[in-house]
Nanobody, 124 residues
């Protein structure tokens, strides 16, 4: 079993920056690709960013490209999402997830472990 715990959410204003963290525990001896998703009220969960198992490759949703950066520290079993130039439309619950793939993936079904989510609210 793998447990994922997100942290770092909060209430911000448009233009602010925020860094989310996702700490993994349990059976994390082998690094796998990780991803961030988000879900706004009344909307489906959507892909935000993903990173390969050793961080050599990343991928972003068009809506966050150039503003968000995903990174990881395998020594700390932690994945980060640096969010800059936040917009009100970034308001959502942000979830980190782990896939059993080594390369990044945008597919929700490829992820087998999920965190409980952390709320990010951006006011205009």
């Amino acid at each position: 079993q793998v447990q994922l715990v997100e942290s770092g959410g909060g209430l911000l204003q448009a233009g602010d920056s925020l860094r989310l963290s996702c700490a993994a525990s349990g059976r994390v001896s082998s690094p796998y690709a990780m991803g961030w998703f988000r879900q706004a009220p009344g909307k489906e969960r959507e892909f935000v960013a993903a990173i390969s198992s050793y961080g050599s490759s990343t991928h972003y949703a068009e809506s966050v490209k150039g503003r968000f950066t995903i990174s990881r520290d395998n020594g700390k079993s932690t994945v980060y999402l640096q969010m800059n130039s936040l917009k009100p439309e970034d308001t959502a619950v942000y979830y980190c997830a782990r896939t059993r793939r080594y390369s990044w993936t945008t597919m929700y079904a490829d992820y087998d472990y999920w965190g409980q989510g952390t709320q990010v609210t951006v006011s205009s």
